[in-house]
C-alpha cells in the first residue's frame, strides 16, 4: 500500500473518531427504515435493480451520525456498509438472474439502536438457455464421449441434466454455471445429444430450456456372438445337449473380449474364446430352455439368445387314494400313475413306481397300486415312476384317518314349557363335519351339520300338547358308509303353567276357637313339581315351604292361639310361572273352657259374698239380740262426796256404742256426749271427766233420735246432748233415763235396718256389675277378637266404680 493511501486512511479514521465522539454526546431516535426496491419488484432476467434504503432518525444537535447498513435476503446477510451521512443507501443488483429472486429487508444500526424494514419480494423471471458442447461428432460403439453444458450469466447452485434422444444418460451438480461429463453411446446409430439446468434457491427451484442439439454418428463393432445347440432337432427328455458359444469376426488389433454362457438367469459358463457345454436335457413345466450367449468389448454388450423344447419322456406321477375319506384302521387302495409318456422313446410297461414308505405293503398285482391300512394317526406317502434313469417323485399325499362317531349325547338345555320353544343339543366325538338328525317320537324333526370341534348341533322343538315325548339324536360323519350313531332316549315331560289357584280352610268358618286345629289347603291346575309357600300378609319370610310332585299342599297350625289371627295367602310356583292365591282372614276366639272359666270364677266369687254378706247380717242380728237383753240397766252412784252432784251411771255392753257415766250437776243444765277415738275398745264402760262443775256423756249410735237438735253424720258421729234441770231446780233421774234408752233403742233398731240394706246393696253390687262387665267383654271379644286387652280394662272400670260407691 502506497503512502497516498495510507495518508487517507489515516485522515477518515481521524474523521470517523471526531465524529464518533461527538455522536456520543448526541441524543437521536430511529423513526423508520424502508427498503425500496426499484425499478419494481418483478422484472426479467438481465434488469439491473436497485435496492434502496431510507432511513428517518431524529437527532438532539442535527448533525451526521455514524450509519451501519445491512442487506438481507432470505434472513441470511447479503452486504453491509457503514456511511456517515444522512442520504439514502442504494445497493445495486447488476444484471439481476432467477438467483436473486428472494425477500429482502433493510436494516439500521446507529451505536447501537437497530432498527428493521419490512421484508420486499424480488422476483426475477427467465433463465437463459444453455449451451452444449461436445469434443467429438464420430464415435466407435463403446468408445467415451465427452460432453460441456454451460448456463451463460447465470448464478446459484446448478442441476445440469444431459439427454440421448430424451433419455437422460447423466446428472451434475455445480456451484458454477457449467459442468462436464462422459458417457458411452451403444448401438451403430445416430445420436442427438443436448442439455439442461435447473438453479436451487431457498425457497424453489427454477428449470431453463433446452440447450442445442449436437450429433453424434456411432460405428458398430464388427464382432458378433455365436450360438450353437446340439442335436438341433426334436430334443426328448434325457437326451445330451452340447452348446457352445463364441465370437465371430474378431481381429488381432481389437480390443479384449469376454463371453458369457447361460440358460435363463443360470449363468453356465465364461470364457475369453469359445465355450463348450454338455448337458442332459430336462423339460420345464410348460417353459421352453432359453439359452444366451453374450460378448463384451469395451462395455459394449452383445449377444445371441436361442430357445429349445424339450419332450417330456413321461409325466410327474400322480398318488390318489380310494376311498376319498378314510376311518381308523380302513384298508384304502393307493395309486401311482403317470398319465403321460413318449410312446417313441418308451412304453408304459417300462415305467417302474415305487411308494415311499413302503415298509409291509400288501401286494395289487397291478403297477403303481398298493393296498394300505390306515393308521390310528396322520400320515404321509409318496411315490416314484422311473424309465432310462429318469427318475420323478410324486407330490406328497398326507392321510388323515377320521374317527366314527361315538359316545353320542343328547340333553335338553331349557325347562319345556307347554307351547313354548326349548333347546335340544347333540353332541358326539367323532372327525368332522358330522351330521345330526333329531328325531321326536321316531319322527325326525330337522338336521344340522358342525364343521367345528367343540361345537353342539342345537336344535329347537315347541310342544302343543301335554304329556311325555321321546326324543333321540342320530349322527353320522362318513359319506360313503351307512353306519351312523343312536343316542339314548330322552323322556321329556312336559311343563304345564299354573293356573286356577284355589286357597281353603278347615274348619270351613274362619271364625276358630283357640286350642283347636286350623288347616289351610293350596291347589292348583298344571304340573308338578310344584313349590308351594305360605305367608302372612306383611311378612316377607315364608311360614312354610314345601315341593312336592302333587298341585295342592297344605299348611298346619296346631293348637291355635290368639296371635294366629291374620290374613294369610299362599303361592306356588313350577318353573313355567308363579300364581298367588287371594288372602283368607282368619279369627280365632277365646276358648270357650276359659270363657266357662271365667263365669264360675264370678259365680264362686259371687257367692263367697253372698256368704259373707249373710255372715254380717247375721253378725248385726247377733249384736241387737243383745243389745235388747240389756234392757235392765244397772244405777248407782259412783261414790261421790258429800258435796259432789248426784251421778247416775248408764252400762251398755254392746259393739255398737259405748255408754259413758252421766253426771248431772244441780249447778248445770246440760250434759255432752262425745265419741271416743276408734281405736279403744268395745269393753270400756265410762269416762270420768275431771271438770269440776260438768261431765261428758259419749253416745255412739247410727242415727239421731232429734235431728231438730242434735247434729248428725253418717256413719258412727259424736252426739251431743244437753240436759237440763226442771223447773223445780232437781232433776228427775228415773224419767230421764227412761226416756234415754227408749229413744236409744228406737235408734238403734233405725240403724241395724239402715245398715243391713245398704251393706246389702253395696256387697251385691260388686259381683253383680264384675259379671256384666265380663259377659259384655266376651261379647265384644266375640266380635273383634283383635281386641285382646278390652275385658280387661272394662272389668277394671267397673271395679274402680264398686269399689268408689262402696268407699
Not at 318 to 331: A, Y
Not at 769 to 784: G, M, R, V
Request: hydrophobic content about 35%; some cysteine.
Amino acid at each position: 500500500m502506497g503512502l497516498p493511501q495510507r495518508l487517507i486512511l489515516t485522515l477518515l479514521s481521524i474523521y470517523l473518531y471526531s465524529a464518533t465522539v461527538v455522536n456520543t454526546q448526541q441524543e437521536f431516535k430511529i423513526q423508520s427504515v424502508e427498503l425500496i426496491i426499484e425499478p419494481r419488484n418483478d422484472v426479467t432476467a438481465g434488469t439491473n435493480v436497485t435496492l434502496r434504503c431510507h432511513a428517518t432518525v431524529s437527532t438532539s444537535t442535527g448533525k451526521g451520525l455514524i450509519r451501519e447498513y445491512t442487506i438481507l435476503k432470505n434472513d441470511k446477510i447479503v452486504y453491509t456498509k457503514t456511511i456517515g451521512s444522512s442520504e439514502d443507501f442504494v445497493y445495486q443488483l447488476h444484471n439481476a438472474r432467477v438467483f436473486s429472486t428472494g425477500l429482502y429487508q433493510c436494516k439500521l444500526d446507529i451505536q447501537g439502536d437497530t432498527k428493521l424494514s419490512k421484508a420486499q419480494r424480488l422476483n426475477v423471471q427467465g433463465l437463459s438457455q444453455p449451451v452444449l458442447h461436445l469434443n467429438t461428432n464420430v464415435v466407435n460403439e463403446g468408445e467415451e464421449v465427452q460432453a460441456t453444458c454451460i448456463a451463460p450469466g447465470e448464478i446459484g447452485s446448478f442441476i445440469f441434466f444431459f439427454f440421448d434422444n430424451d433419455e437422460q444418460i447423466s446428472r451434475v451438480e455445480e456451484l458454477s454455471n457449467q459442468a462436464k461429463t462422459t458417457f458411452r453411446l451403444s448401438g451403430a446409430d445416430v445420436h442427438k445429444i443436448h442439455c439442461s439446468y435447473k438453479i436451487r434457491t431457498a425457497e424453489d427451484t427454477f428449470p431453463s430450456t433446452k440447450s442445442n442439439n449436437v450429433t453424434v454418428s456411432v460405428k458398430e463393432l464388427s464382432i458378433t456372438p455365436e450360438l450353437k445347440i446340439f442335436p438341433d432337432s426334436t430334443i426328448y427328455e434325457g437326451d445330451h445337449l452340447n452348446i457352445s458359444c463364441s465370437a465371430k469376426n474378431v481381429h488381432s488389433s481389437s480390443e479384449g473380449y469376454k463371453l458369457f454362457l447361460s440358460q435363463g438367469t443360470k449363468l453356465l459358463r465364461t470364457g475369453n474364446s469359445t465355450i463348450n457345454h454338455n448337458m442332459v436335457a430336462v423339460p420345464k413345466a410348460s417353459e421352453a430352455l432359453t439359452f444366451d450367449c453374450r460378448v463384451v468389448v469395451r462395455n459394449v454388450e452383445k449377444y445371441s439368445e436361442k430357445k429349445i423344447s424339450v419332450v417330456e419322456l413321461f409325466s410327474v406321477p400322480s398318488l390318489t387314494m380310494s376311498p376319498t375319506e378314510v376311518f381308523q384302521g380302513q384298508i384304502m387302495t393307493l395309486t401311482c400313475n403317470s398319465d403321460r409318456f413318449a410312446s417313441q422313446r418308451i412304453n408304459r410297461e417300462d415305467l417302474e413306481y415305487t411308494l415311499y414308505p413302503s415298509k409291509n405293503l400288501p401286494s395289487s398285482g397291478k403297477p403303481g397300486v398298493f393296498n394300505v391300512k390306515a393308521l390310528q394317526n396322520d400320515f404321509n406317502y409318496t411315490c416314484s415312476a422311473e424309465a432310462k434313469g429318469i427318475k420323478k417323485d410324486s407330490k406328497t399325499l398326507m392321510i388323515r384317518p377320521k374317527v366314527h362317531v361315538s359316545a353320542l349325547k343328547i340333553s335338553i338345555e331349557d325347562k319345556v314349557i307347554l307351547k313354548k320353544s326349548f333347546t335340544i343339543l347333540c353332541q358326539s366325538n367323532g372327525s368332522l363335519p358330522i351330521n345330526y338328525t333329531l328325531f321326536k317320537d321316531n319322527v325326525q324333526v330337522g338336521t344340522k351339520v358342525i364343521r367345528e370341534r367343540n361345537r353342539q348341533a342345537v336344535f329347537m322343538d315347541v310342544i302343543n300338547e301335554p304329556g311325555e315325548r321321546q326324543y333321540r339324536c342320530e349322527a353320522k360323519n362318513s359319506l360313503h358308509s351307512n353306519k351312523t350313531g343312536s343316542s339314548q332316549h330322552l323322556s321329556v315331560n312336559v311343563i304345564v303353567p299354573l293356573s286356577q289357584m284355589t286357597l281353603a280352610v278347615i274348619p270351613s268358618s274362619l271364625k276358630i276357637s283357640e286350642g283347636k286345629e286350623l288347616y289351610f289347603i293350596c291347589s292348583v291346575n298344571g304340573t308338578g313339581p310344584v313349590t308351594f309357600k305360605w305367608y302372612r300378609t306383611g311378612s316377607v319370610v315364608p311360614l312354610q315351604t314345601n315341593t312336592t310332585t302333587e298341585t295342592y299342599s297344605n299348611l298346619e297350625i296346631k293348637p291355635v292361639s290368639k296371635n294366629d289371627s291374620d290374613e294369610y295367602y299362599c303361592e306356588a310356583s313350577n318353573g313355567a310361572n308363579k300364581v298367588r292365591s287371594e288372602n283368607v282372614n282368619v279369627q280365632v276366639f277365646m276358648a270357650p273352657w276359659k270363657k266357662g272359666l271365667i263365669v264360675v270364677a264370678c259365680l264362686v266369687l259371687l257367692l263367697l259374698l253372698v256368704l259373707l254378706l249373710v255372715a254380717s247380717m247375721l253378725n248385726i242380728k247377733s249384736k241387737r239380740d243383745r243389745r235388747e237383753a240389756a234392757a235392765e240397766l244397772s244405777v248407782k252412784p259412783s261414790s261421790p262426796k258429800s258435796d259432789d252432784p248426784l251421778t247416775v251411771n248408764l252400762t251398755h255392753d254392746t259393739d255398737v256404742y259405748n255408754a259413758a257415766t252421766v253426771k248431772v250437776d244441780r249447778a248445770e243444765v246440760s250434759v255432752w256426749s262425745k265419741r271416743k277415738p276408734e281405736t279403744e275398745s268395745d269393753d270400756e264402760i265410762s269416762e270420768v271427766s275431771n271438770e269440776p262443775n260438768v261431765e261428758y256423756t259419749e253416745v255412739v249410735h247410727a242415727r239421731s233420735t232429734d235431728p231438730a237438735r242434735v247434729p248428725l253424720r253418717k256413719g258412727t258421729d259424736t252426739v251431743y246432748s244437753e240436759l237440763q234441770n226442771s223447773p223445780n231446780g232437781a232433776a228427775d233421774p228415773p224419767d230421764y233415763v227412761s226416756n234415754y234408752l227408749h229413744s236409744h233403742t228406737r235408734l238403734q233398731t233405725s240403724l241395724v235396718g239402715l245398715l243391713a240394706r245398704e251393706h246389702m246393696f253395696h256387697f251385691l253390687l260388686l259381683p253383680v256389675t264384675c259379671l256384666y262387665a265380663l259377659i259384655l267383654s266376651i261379647q265384644i271379644h266375640d266380635i273383634h277378637p283383635s281386641i285382646d286387652s278390652l275385658p280387661l280394662i272394662l272389668i277394671k272400670v267397673v271395679i274402680g266404680w264398686s269399689l268408689s260407691q262402696l268407699s
